[in-house]
């Protein structure tokens, strides 16, 4: 008996081998000579050659002009007293300033209580500027940012919105300016703090408004089943761009290509989306996708497979994959499978154009391969702002050009891309475990209940969440069974998805399925996590009693799911008996 996750599709030993090197590599040297910022003319340019290259493999393309909101990032510096000016990076979505003068405050990693000390003052943060980190100094007062880095300047994005503002989120916009300096320069600004006050001249200009950006899917359909698999990737970047993202747009094409040729056999069919306003408007063509093609997506997508950052010089480690829990195993048996490593699925940040968990659809991968783990500053940053170590050096850097890719680590992550598409388009029975995600869910649940303690009672969600793991354990070791001629599959397929559009928002949103959850982590079970807080709030004052009557409501929402989920389940059962 093979668990659907286990699925090989025997085109993978046909195709794989030919997977192109010179292909591969001809698509990175094209669009990594292309500086691809956000509606610039080199984007389009880089657009018009992936629009050409799909047409000639028989893809069937739309392209379209799309509005956006986009930040472009244009000059920053810092002047001392002494005339001495520092040069400095500044960032999207930062505020434009002119010679903006203040007083300097050492804060050390940025700790809300350190913020505070800086108010009204310029903030001299230590680390990588993240949207986090950028909202709570403007929370704390902060007139001006200055983030001090490794060696390199690394490009960010600081606004803690996805995709475009909307009325209830466009007051978040960022309002202070923001740049980065190079690790030397901070410690000679820390050297003169030691001694007596200084005073700094901030310089930053960002041109920051609506934008039309390129927006193209191409797409072939499957032959037995409506369903479709979207494999994203964005084309917009830093300077050239050859890893981020012009390695993944050569994976795209060169999967397209492969498939393409073998179009006669697919159950199912893929869309491939290209992306732009990843880099400068956070997520921007991802999130408007989701918007507007939300109905196919929550129908008809039964997977969304995101490609970025593959082919890097050095990257040999596989052992951190991404993904939602549904997918977790299939990501980690085709990576096996693959590359002959172990990795183990990791629970998504917000990050990755990962904008489909409000329709329910379940994703897998971000970056795919990276460098062996590293104790840098920068893999300590990427860690925690998006669970992943292994990000080179010249990640988001002028330095990231055609010279930092590796042809066989590229074709290696190519194979496994390749591999996941045909598994998803041909598998029989959809490889989705939904026992772990319940199993995560009932985790969570217990540590929210020990933690709330007798304060409130978590427990109705605990025993649905219980008896729909033990569902679930039982639909897993069921789902080898069904035949693929079964006439049963349809249905079996049909309840796999529905399980998914339960929990994936669950597990992954704040509740509204329809808006964008703001560019900050999203911890599972979102509205119930409140219930941490309880013990540092009086239980007879206003705010104890208020948070109780959120988290009786939250609960009712987390239930309801979770029943709902089990009638699935039951269904499920029915049918795979």
Same mark, same amino acid.
């Given at each position: 008996?093979?668990?659907?996750?286990?699925?090989?599709?025997?085109?993978?030993?046909?195709?794989?081998?030919?997977?192109?090197?010179?292909?591969?590599?001809?698509?990175?040297?094209?669009?990594?000579?292309?500086?691809?910022?956000?509606?610039?003319?080199g984007?389009?340019?880089a657009?018009?050659?992936?629009?050409?290259?799909l047409?000639?493999?028989?893809?069937?393309?739309?392209?379209?002009?799309?509005?956006?909101?986009?930040s472009?990032?244009?000059?920053?510096r810092?002047?001392?007293?002494?005339?001495?000016?520092?040069?400095a990076?500044?960032?999207?979505?930062?505020a434009s300033?002119?010679?903006?003068?203040?007083?300097?405050? @050492?804060?050390?990693?940025?700790?809300?209580?350190?913020?505070?000390?800086?108010?009204?003052?310029?903030?001299?943060?230590?680390?990588?500027?993240?949207?986090?980190?950028?909202?709570?100094?403007q929370?704390?007062?902060?007139?001006?940012?200055?983030?001090?880095?490794?060696?390199?300047?690394?490009n960010?994005?600081?606004?803690?919105?996805?995709?475009?503002?909307?009325?209830?989120?466009?007051?978040?916009?960022?309002?202070?300016?923001?740049?980065?300096?190079?690790g030397?320069?901070?410690?000679?600004?820390?050297a003169?703090?030691?001694?007596?006050?200084l005073?700094?001249?901030?310089?930053?200009?960002?041109?920051?408004?609506?934008?039309?950006i390129?927006?193209?899917?191409?797409?072939?359909?499957?032959?037995?089943?409506?369903?479709?698999?979207?494999?994203?990737?964005?084309?917009d970047?830093?300077?050239?761009?050859?890893?981020?993202?012009?390695?993944?747009?050569a994976?795209?094409?060169?999967?397209?290509?492969?498939?393409?040729?073998?179009?006669?056999?697919?159950r199912?069919?893929?869309?491939?989306?290209?992306?732009?306003?990843?880099?400068?408007?956070?997520?921007?063509?991802?999130?408007?996708?989701a918007?507007?093609?939300?109905?196919?997506l929550?129908?008809?997508?039964?997977v969304?497979?995101?490609?970025?950052?593959?082919?890097?010089?050095?990257?040999?480690d596989?052992?951190v994959?991404?993904?939602?829990?549904?997918?977790?195993?299939?990501?980690?048996?085709?990576?096996?499978?693959?590359?002959?490593?172990?990795?183990?699925?990791?629970?998504?940040?917000?990050?990755?154009?990962?904008?489909?968990?409000?329709?329910?659809v379940?994703?897998?991968?971000?970056?795919?391969?990276?460098?062996?783990?590293?104790?840098?500053?920068l893999?300590?940053?990427?860690?925690?702002?998006?669970?992943?170590?292994?990000?080179?050096?010249?990640?988001?850097?002028?330095?990231d050009?055609?010279?930092?890719?590796d042809?066989?680590?590229?074709?290696?992550?190519?194979?496994?891309?390749?591999?996941?598409?045909?598994?998803?388009?041909?598998?029989?029975?959809?490889?989705?475990d939904?026992?772990?995600?319940?199993?995560?869910?009932?985790?969570?649940?217990e540590?929210?209940?020990?933690?709330?303690?007798?304060?409130?009672?978590?427990?109705p969600?605990?025993?649905?969440?219980?008896?729909?793991a033990?569902?679930?354990?039982?639909?897993?070791?069921?789902?080898?069974?069904?035949?693929?001629?079964?006439?049963?599959?349809?249905?079996?397929?049909?309840?796999?998805?529905?399980?998914?559009?339960?929990?994936v928002?669950?597990?992954?949103?704040?509740?509204?399925?329809?808006?964008? @959850?703001?560019?900050?982590?999203?911890p599972?079970?979102?509205?119930?996590?409140?219930?941490?807080?309880?013990?540092?709030?009086?239980?007879?004052?206003?705010?104890?009693?208020?948070?109780r009557?959120?988290?009786?409501r939250e609960?009712?929402?987390?239930?309801?799911?979770?029943?709902?989920?089990?009638?699935?389940?039951?269904?499920?059962?029915?049918?795979?008996?």
């Amino acid at each position: 008996m093979t668990a659907p996750w286990e699925y090989r599709d025997p085109l993978e030993s046909l195709l794989s081998p030919d997977i192109s090197s010179a292909t591969l590599m001809e698509h990175v040297r094209t669009i990594g000579a292309l500086e691809r910022e956000s509606g610039s003319p080199g984007e389009a340019q880089a657009f018009d050659y992936i629009e050409r290259t799909l047409k000639s493999y028989g893809v069937e393309v739309e392209r379209r002009e799309i509005e956006a909101y986009i930040s472009l990032p244009q000059e920053a510096r810092l002047a001392l007293p002494d005339g001495t000016v520092i040069g400095a990076l500044t960032h999207s979505f930062s505020a434009s300033v002119e010679a903006l003068d203040a007083e300097v405050v @050492d804060v050390g990693d940025g700790r809300p209580e350190d913020m505070r000390r800086a108010a009204g003052k310029i903030a001299l943060v230590r680390g990588l500027a993240s949207p986090g980190r950028a909202w709570a100094a403007q929370q704390a007062g902060v007139v001006g940012q200055i983030h001090v880095l490794m060696d390199h300047l690394h490009n960010m994005i600081v606004t803690t919105i996805w995709g475009t503002p909307a009325p209830e989120t466009a007051w978040r916009i960022p309002a202070t300016p923001c740049l980065s300096i190079l690790g030397a320069d901070g410690e000679t600004l820390r050297a003169r703090l030691a001694h007596r006050p200084l005073r700094l001249r901030m310089t930053t200009r960002v041109r920051t408004g609506w934008m039309p950006i390129p927006h193209l899917v191409g797409e072939l359909s499957g032959r037995q089943e409506d369903r479709f698999l979207l494999l994203s990737g964005h084309v917009d970047s830093w300077h050239y761009g050859a890893m981020d993202n012009g390695t993944a747009n050569a994976t795209m094409l060169e999967v397209a290509r492969l498939l393409a040729r073998r179009r006669e056999v697919l159950r199912r069919g893929i869309r491939f989306a290209f992306w732009s306003g990843h880099s400068h408007g956070r997520y921007a063509g991802s999130a408007w996708y989701a918007d507007h093609a939300w109905r196919e997506l929550h129908q008809r997508c039964v997977v969304h497979l995101n490609v970025d950052s593959t082919g890097a010089r050095g990257a040999t480690d596989y052992s951190v994959l991404h993904a939602t829990e549904d997918a977790a195993a299939f990501a980690e048996r085709v990576v096996a499978d693959v590359t002959g490593q172990a990795g183990r699925g990791r629970r998504f940040s917000r990050a990755g154009d990962q904008s489909f968990w409000g329709a329910g659809v379940p994703s897998a991968f971000m970056s795919l391969s990276g460098l062996p783990k590293q104790d840098t500053e920068l893999s300590r940053a990427m860690e925690r702002l998006v669970g992943s170590a292994g990000f080179p050096w010249w990640w988001h850097t002028k330095d990231d050009t055609v010279d930092k890719i590796d042809a066989d680590v590229l074709v290696l992550d190519t194979k496994v891309y390749l591999a996941s598409a045909l598994r998803w388009l041909n598998a029989p029975v959809l490889p989705l475990d939904h026992a772990r995600p319940a199993q995560a869910l009932v985790a969570e649940l217990e540590a929210l209940q020990a933690a709330a303690g007798a304060r409130v009672d978590l427990a109705p969600a605990l025993e649905a969440a219980r008896a729909l793991a033990e569902r679930l354990a039982r639909v897993r070791d069921a789902l080898g069974r069904v035949e693929p001629a079964s006439p049963r599959l349809d249905a079996v397929n049909r309840a796999l998805m529905r399980l998914s559009r339960v929990l994936v928002p669950l597990a992954y949103t704040t509740g509204d399925r329809f808006t964008h @959850d703001l560019a900050l982590p999203i911890p599972p079970l979102a509205g119930l996590q409140r219930a941490r807080e309880l013990a540092t709030l009086d239980p007879d004052g206003d705010a104890g009693k208020f948070a109780r009557a959120a988290l009786v409501r939250e609960r009712n929402r987390a239930v309801h799911a979770l029943d709902s989920a089990a009638s699935v389940a039951d269904e499920l059962l029915s049918l795979t008996v």
